[in-house]
């Protein structure tokens, strides 16, 4: 009699850990707190979990602009025009008249 191999249905932590970093878990669900028919909270949680080449892949890379994240130097913030004084608007120089002399 010939003996046919079967799957174990053991798996380790190791195996289960590649397989969700190579494919990616999603998570999504929302939270909803009510109160007489009155919403008074809503949390949506949306989790992926993935390897950081999957997530290039599907282009997910916002941890490289992120300037707490990256050893990249501060982006300078674009300087404002200060404001006048508070209450006040700036008003236009006074027209000067010019006289033709004869």
């Known amino acids: 009699m010939e003996r046919v191999p079967t799957v174990s249905g053991t798996t ?23 109160l007489a028919n009155v919403e008074l909270l809503t949390i949506r949680i949306r989790l992926l979990v993935c390897s950081v080449d999957k997530a290039e892949q599907i282009g997910l890379n916002w941890w490289k602009y992120d300037p707490h994240l990256t050893m990249q130097a501060p982006v ?16 236009p120089a006074p027209a000067t008249k010019t006289r033709r002399r004869a």
């Open 12 to 34: 380790n932590l190791v195996d289960i850990l590649d397989r969700v970093l190579d494919k990616g878990l999603v998570v999504a669900g929302d939270i909803r707190i009510s």
């Open 76 to 91: 300078a913030s674009p300087v404002l025009p200060r404001p006048g004084p508070v209450g006040r608007k700036a008003r």
